[in-house]
């Protein structure tokens, strides 16, 4: 086909068909620059790119192992972060329960306090009730022995019978002022 190209070309060159001393040359220039790619060439970009794909194959599954671990770290953050809010819930419940106590304890303490002041107290009235009344009965009884021997115009001197009268006088003013106690709180 390319002698009758040639041919029906005659005598003028085809100057889209290069002449056959240039093919020759280039087509023998081309193959030994395509087998020294080939040789050379290829072997360093194809292990380039095995390199290449073996880096992103690594950041990859460094990636995924990357992932894992947050995945895993968060988990544990969330157990821990829970573990804490309960935690502190309890603590929160101790301490509450805790001022409960203390003050039932406060309360209570100083209720027994109040109630020994309270009973310390009345035993003192009663005490210093029981003494103004002995030294208001000697009073009251050296009065009306007095004020008996001066009606009758002489001194009583039998002390029993002073006793028993001055008795007698004094328990009678104490059931006329408890009467008089009993009416009011009616």
Sequence with gaps: MLSTVILAAGDK??????ALPDLLWGT???IIVAVAVYKFGWPAFSDMLEERAAKIER???AADRARAEIADERKVLEGQLSEAH???AEIRERATEN???IVADAQNKAKDEAASILDANQRRIAADTETASRALRSD??????ELAGRIVGEAITDQALASRVIDRFLDELEASATAKVGVKES
């Design 13 to 18: 060159p085809n100057p889209l068909l290069p």
């Design 28 to 30: 023998i220039a081309f």
């Design 59 to 61: 950041g990859l599954e």
């Design 86 to 88: 309960r935690e502190a």
């Design 99 to 101: 001022a409960r106590t």
């Design 140 to 145: 009251v009884g050296a009065v009306a022995t």
